[in-house]
Nanobody, 121 residues
Framework: QVQLVESGGGLVQAGGSLRLSCTASGSPFSINNMGWYRQASGHQRELVAR???????DYADSVKGRFTISGRTAQGTVYLQMDSLKPEDTAVYYCSAHGITIPTMRQMTYWGQGTQITVSS
């Protein structure tokens, strides 16, 4: 099993910044990409940002220009710098890691426990 531990959530005023961190540990796991998803109350979970081992990144249109994903995915660490936060960014944020289990060679996606971010207006 692979465990993902997130940190850095909390309460912030609109226009403020937060930085999320996520670290993977546990069973051997070849990570292809890591990412951040969020789920607001009454909504489905959605992709916020994702980074591959090669460093390529994807962002949701709603966060482009405000959020920056970074990290050493091969080592199991990923960060999300969130600037110019808006009340609509309020959600539970989840870290994810997708890759291949070792030695069983199965594709798996693991999830963190989630961290709440609340942006007040």
């Amino acid at each position: 099993q692979v465990q993902l531990v997130e940190s850095g959530g909390g309460l912030v005023q609109a226009g403020g910044s937060l930085r999320l961190s996520c670290t993977a540990s546990g069973s051997p796991f070849s990570i292809n990409n890591m990412g951040w998803y969020r789920q607001a109350s009454g909504h489905q979970r959605e992709l916020v940002a994702r980074i591959s081992n090669g460093g390529s990144t994807d962002y949701a249109d709603s966060v482009k220009g405000r959020f920056t994903i970074s990290g050493r995915t091969a080592q199991g660490t990923v960060y999300l710098q969130m600037d110019s936060l808006k009340p609509e960014d309020t959600a539970v944020y989840y870290c994810s890691a997708h890759g291949i289990t070792i030695p069983t060679m199965r594709q798996m996606t693991y999830w963190g426990q989630g961290t709440q971010i609340t942006v007040s207006s």
